[in-house]
């Protein structure tokens, strides 16, 4: 038991595929945790991703977390969460939630968003739960605030927003444009050591001179 005048452990959870993870999550994460003064930010990875199901094969999740894991080992405060893979099945925040308040009585919950996933919120799975167990945290783009559901207390987070995505990473991959500077050069080597994205046919030529 912490002593009883400890502060509340400040946890966030950053959810998401992850497929692969980019300097765009992570400039995200370390400004949130920052701002925030968060003991821990941790980067979710979702075992299923219901919202992409049928739309692309998704990478294993155990991949996916070794990338993740990969990129934040050496960063201070972030973690690479596998609640969602060891549960298995669907991935609801609302259940991991509870898992984590679980494994950590008394701690604050965060739960931190895109812009884009903050627009839709009402559509997740026991989206009032997520509202009740945590503070709802939207990354903001500078100069550009997205427009959000007014009943909900959100804490907005500026944070300078690099236009990468995973998809534009998966086709950088597979046609051979380089990665380098998108991506960390751990995660790198985790996509080459485990032949992800069609890496035997299409390996792109890095920089960093990553595999030669
Ligand atoms: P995909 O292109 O496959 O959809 P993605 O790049 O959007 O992948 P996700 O794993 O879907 O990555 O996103 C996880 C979380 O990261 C979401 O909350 C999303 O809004 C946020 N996010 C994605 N890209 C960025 C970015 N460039 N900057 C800040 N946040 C981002
Ligand atoms: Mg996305």
């Known amino acids: 038991m912490p002593p009883i005048d400890a502060k509340p452990l400040r946890i966030g959870v950053f959810g998401g595929t992850f497929d692969p993870p980019h300097v765009?999550?992570?400039?995200?994460?370390?400004n949130v945790r920052h701002a925030l003064a968060l003991d821990s930010l941790i980067l979710m990875v979702a075992?299923?991703?219901?919202?992409?199901?049928?739309?692309?094969?998704?990478?294993?999740?155990?991949?996916?977390?070794a990338m993740v894991a990969a990129a934040?080992?050496?960063?201070?405060?972030?973690?690479?969460?596998?609640?969602?893979?060891?549960?298995?099945?669907h991935s609801f925040t609302a259940d991991t939630l509870a898992t984590l308040a679980d494994d950590h009585p008394g701690a604050e919950l965060f739960t931190v968003?895109?812009?884009?996933?903050?627009?839709?919120?009402?559509t997740w799975e026991r989206a009032d739960e997520v509202i009740?167990?945590?503070?709802?945290?939207?990354?903001?783009?500078?100069?550009?605030?997205v427009e959000l559901d007014?009943?909900?207390?959100?804490i907005r987070v500026?944070?300078?927003?690099?236009?990468?995505?995973?998809?534009?990473?998966?086709?950088?991959?597979?046609?051979?444009?380089p990665l380098d500077y998108l991506l960390t050069e751990d995660v790198l080597r985790v996509i080459a050591e485990r032949g992800l994205y069609g890496t035997?046919?299409?390996a792109p030529e890095h920089v960093t001179g990553l595999g030669s």
Not at 24 to 30: D, E, F, S
Not at 113 to 122: F, M
Not at 150 to 154: F, M, P, T
Not at 158 to 177: F, K, M, Q
């Open 72 to 89: 934040v080992e050496d960063v201070p405060h972030l973690k690479a969460g596998d609640h969602e893979i060891r549960a298995g099945g």
């Open 132 to 145: 009740a167990r945590s503070r709802l945290v939207v990354v903001d783009r500078p100069g550009d605030p």
């Open 47 to 65: 075992n299923v991703p219901w919202q992409k199901l049928g739309t692309r094969s998704i990478t294993p999740a155990a991949d996916r977390l």
């Open 158 to 177: 500026e944070v300078p927003r690099l236009e990468v995505s995973s998809t534009d990473l998966r086709a950088r991959w597979s046609d051979g444009r």
């Open 24 to 30: 765009g999550h992570l400039v995200t994460a370390v």
């Open 113 to 122: 968003v895109g812009d884009d996933a903050a627009a839709g919120i009402r």
């Open 150 to 154: 007014e009943d909900i207390e959100w």
């Open 200 to 202: 035997d046919d299409h």
